[in-house]
């Protein structure tokens, strides 16, 4: 095993203070590969998860994280933009952004674009020109003359790009050196006046709070909350003009300049340390609990299906087996998911029309902000079968 670079010591505040909450042995490494035959899905790399927590600054990463493991190609997919719920979020938030940077005929860098779903959002609400960077974008030949994508990683040789605002979503959890990557935005953006930036990812606060077991993924090396967060762009020479959550909770987003202040933040707090602890313990019950009920959905032969094809779906049929194999099929409504089959558990995805025929008995709901889209489509195609909550 390749370690991390700071296994020893935490990644945003370098305290050695660090406690482990929980450990996985063999978690697929890639929730949202795609796999076109059941046995190499079954056979996926795999990797162990040791979720530790830093008691000084509260950030909680994985310490067992191999980054040679992780290599992003166009076989990545984790797109949310077929869901007419998410795309109402994103819509909302580049329209917000557009709105409060002015961002009308300016130029815009998106680190980690995926297929460039946001970017053209903001380019198409502000008439903007974007640059985006992603190694797994697939050339579609779908885009705009004032947007190109390069499928590589933002560095400092991309510096002279011109930008006036940056925005990178979802992509600084999968860093295993996040202060090296806002060190280097610090850099970058300090060579363009009055840049701005959008930091957007996973919530670890409300992971905590609402025992969000399956967004421990191996993906992820660290899970940011609000101090974490603040913590680590502050000490990179940031001024944080904004840090709130969205999304029901599920995201935490930071706003930010460029500035020549460097300011530590606070420690984590007994509370914080109880709530990760309390996590771990939770967690263990929460999988006992959902063992016995895919049981004994299995017993009386009730036909169960998972919606939703992304990394908790992935997480909880993984983490649940042997129970969980008696499930065929997992429900995505991503055409590019759909007749692949789940990383490691090796269910069949599946769009939602193959539901008219098969009629399940039961769907689980892997995202409480999806349960009314999933509803309506399920009624839709004249379903009426139990509905759970994950």
Known sequence: MTPSPSSSSCPVCGATRIETILTWLQIPVFCNQLWPE?????????????????????????????????????????????????????????????????????????????????????????????????????????????????????SERYAHIPADFFCSRHVIEHLPQPRAFASMLHRAMSKHTGAALFIEAPNADYMLAHTALWDVIYEHFSYFGRDSMQRLFQDEGFEVTALYSTFGGQYLCLEAEASKAQVSRSDAGEQRTERARAFGREGREVMARWRDALAALARAGRRTVVWGAGSKGVMFLNLLQPQSDFIEYVVDINPR???????????????????????PDVILLMNRNYEKEIREMAAGLGLSPEFLLV
């Open 38 to 154: 059941q046995d190499a899905a079954r056979a996926a790399p795999r990797g162990d998860m040791e979720l530790a927590l830093c008691q000084d600054c509260g950030h909680l990463f994985n310490r067992a994280f191999d980054a040679g493991l992780t290599a992003y190609d166009p076989t990545y997919e984790n797109s949310l933009h077929f869901s007419p719920t998410f795309q109402s979020y994103a819509r909302s938030l580049a329209q917000r952004l557009v709105e409060s940077y002015d961002l009308r005929g300016k130029a815009i860098i998106e680190i980690g674009c995926g297929q460039g779903d946001f970017l053209r959002l903001l380019c198409e609400l502000g008439n903007n020109r974007g640059v985006g960077f992603d190694p797994s974008y697939e050339d579609e030949g779908e885009l705009a003359p004032h947007i190109r994508i390069i499928p590589d990683y933002y």
């Open 337 to 359: 998911k759909q007749g692949m089959f789940v990383a490691g558990a090796g269910q069949t995805i599946v769009p939602p029309e193959f539901l008219r025929n098969y009629r």
